[in-house]
């Protein structure tokens, strides 16, 4: 490194100031990992490729990501908003089991007034298919119009459809569903279809609300 001879195990290096050779030749280090946000909008798979020919989400980041990511979790065809994309494995393994309790807000909007109990049966639970009990979560009315209400739910966990399947459990039908946070990621003004990369300092909070070293990820 820089043209010393490394024997000491674990030493660390700077690819924006270190110089690594072996054997003479200069060693081309690690971008490390790529995270991005995606605003998804409604009509598109959480896939990469559908043998139908349906839309997908690798329709709206053809020609603007270099590396193969991977949709962290999914939004069903019909929802939108915050969609991570990532190649970091563990991550995305962390951020998805419910064991690390990293939150996911989605602002919903439905038909028809539920009433305040059935907003605290869904917070307790509620069971969407033989077996299947919904984990504690929290839910907010945020607004209300002539035939919908439009709450704010917090999950920590990402069962399929969960939301749209708590509210037909309650008998009511979900219009619109958007995610707009992940633990500490917000989708903020990023326009519908539109993707970025997360700066450091989201890549950062987020393997901390993950419980990872955050200095182990080099955002590109």
Do not use: W
């Not at 995270?35 to 909008?41: A, Q």
């Not at 945020?142 to 008998?171: C, D, N, P, S, T």
């Amino acid at each position: 490194m820089d043209g010393k001879v490394v024997t000491e195990l674990g030493t660390r290096i700077d690819p924006e100031k270190n110089q690594v050779t072996f054997d003479g030749h200069p060693v081309a280090l690690s971008e490390g990992h790529t995270y991005l946000m995606l605003n998804k909008p409604p009509g598109f798979l959480t896939t990469l490729s559908d043998p139908y020919g349906r839309p997908t989400i690798k329709d709206l980041i053809k020609g603007q990501v270099r590396k193969r990511v991977y949709p962290v979790g999914r939004l069903d065809r019909d929802s939108q908003g915050l969609l991570l994309l990532t190649d970091d494995g563990e991550l995305s393994h962390r951020l998805l089991h419910p064991r690390y309790k990293v939150s996911k807000k989605y602002m919903v909007t439905v038909q028809g007034h539920p009433s305040r109990d059935v907003i605290k049966r869904m917070e307790k639970g509620v069971e969407i298919a033989p077996g299947q009990v919904t984990q504690p979560c929290k839910v907010r009315q945020v607004g209300k119009r002539k035939r919908q209400a439009i709450f704010e739910i917090v999950l920590k966990e990402g069962r399929k459809r969960q939301i749209r399947y708590m509210f037909r459990a309650m008998g009511y039908r979900v219009d619109r569903l958007v995610r707009t946070e992940m633990g500490p990621l917000r989708l903020g003004d990023l326009e519908s279809g539109r993707v970025r990369s997360l700066t450091p300092q989201e890549v950062s909070a987020l393997r901390q609300a993950a419980g990872l070293d955050s200095e182990k990820a080099l955002a590109t």
